[in-house]
């Protein structure tokens, strides 16, 4: 294997012009100032940093398919899809050729008030793909912008119809649609969004169909969605207020791969359309394919009103964002200029031909690959190995929708105790994955399965396998 960094010409890495780069000596300083570097200007995200600095960093050089390469050449199969995004693999040749010959033509343009070639064709794509209500794009740049969006197109859409006191939201507990304060507002992790409550709008929450941990203690098989019922009683004793329903379908991703059980989705649309709410669905996750179908929507035939996508968009490759919407919605906007009835909201980057021109050729891969047709042998595979972590005694439930997975582990399996926030039990699983090979993120106690779609049975396996010893070994 070709050590990329024998070819590094930055003159920053010559110190005092003594290196001589093909030197082993050489590479292994610059390996060693890059680690350090990494420690003393780099701030990490969702990280603790005083535990961060304690460690070697693990520092990605480059990658093809589903494997990634760190500096010391150590292979990794990327077991988290790079957070969630990656599709096609990485280097996948379609969207690096897409995005050179953009580049050839231009970078970035601005949609604000003009248009771009790869922007609008993506739209085009974008409504032909998505249900059949959902005919306009509203273009942002990542997952938390897509939710802003949503959040303040279903305000102001009220606003604009004369329902002046719809104003609230509601979302579900354990529920999450990124970072910014309108997203958190609306998010139910208590952990990431307690700090900031002074900082947020007032929403309302729903239970969370979360029937591991049920809020009514009822079993899977004997429930009669008593959680809708708490959710029919918010929207019933509120609706005069209330503009917009947020919510993950299917799956409720950082909250720990809360997958719902089937009619959940249908049935909260349905509530809402009954109480004159918006429904706004947070595909950010769950979108292009992860599911096992395109849109998570389509296991239920449900059209939101509003819909975010984002992660999976262009495979992973660069920040791109959407948000659809219907022409009900849409047309609420439309009026004289003097009327101010204008939409007040657009990113800089929002659109980036780039990056639009990536997701143009990830869908393209997508049927010409026929992606979603070939996930179901990778689902049975995942599914069948998921009922051998059965046998391990931290292991409590095991949640599987399409190819994502959550284990979520527990002290005790009789009682699902569960572990403590400092055992930093998820953590040290997926420390111990990586020397075997894997890189994957826990969500506190919940291991997390989420290969690129592209992966193959036998590295599936693999992964499985490492994930199985890690466990085993660390619990
Ligand atoms: C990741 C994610 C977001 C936020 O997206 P960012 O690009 O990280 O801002 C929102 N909702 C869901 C369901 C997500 O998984």
Known sequence: MKDNLCSTTNPSFVEDGSIIMHEQTGIKKIKEQLASWDKEYLWHPFTQMKDYVKEKPLIIEDGEGFILRDIDGNEYIDGISSMWCNIHGHRKKEIDDAIKVQLDKVAHTTLLGFSSVPA???????????????????????GSTAIEVAIKMAFQYW???GYKDKTNFVALQHGYHGDTLGAIGIG???????TFKPLLFKAMFAPSPYCYRCPYDKDRTKCSFECLSSLEEILSKNSDSIAAMVMEPLVQGAGGMIVHPEGYLSRAKELCKKYNVLFITDEIMVGFGRTGKMFACFH???????????????????PLAVTLTTEEVYNAFIGDYGEQKTFFHGHTYTGNPLACSAA?????????EKVIEGLRPKIDVLQKRLEEFTNLNSVGD????????????VKD???????????????KVCLEARKRGLITRPLDNVIVVMPPLSINTYQLNKMMNILYESI???T
């Open 159 to 161: 606003q604009h119809k």
């Open 300 to 318: 239920e035939n449900v059209t939101p009103d509003i819909m975010a996508l984002s992660k999976g968009i262009n495979g992973g490759y660069m």
């Open 398 to 409: 095991i949640r599987q929708c399409g190819l994502i997975a959550g284990m979520e582990l």
């Open 360 to 368: 143009l050729a990830s869908l393209d891969i997508f049927e010409n």
């Open 188 to 194: 139910g992790m208590d952990v990431f969004h307690n």
């Open 472 to 474: 085993e070994y660390v």
């Open 413 to 427: 399996k009789g009682t699902k105790e569960p572990y403590s926030w400092d055992e930093k039990i998820g953590i």
């Open 120 to 142: 609008i064709k993506l739209s085009k794509r974008l409504v032909e793909m998505t249900p059949d209500d959902l005919t306009k794009v509203f273009y942002s740049d990542n």
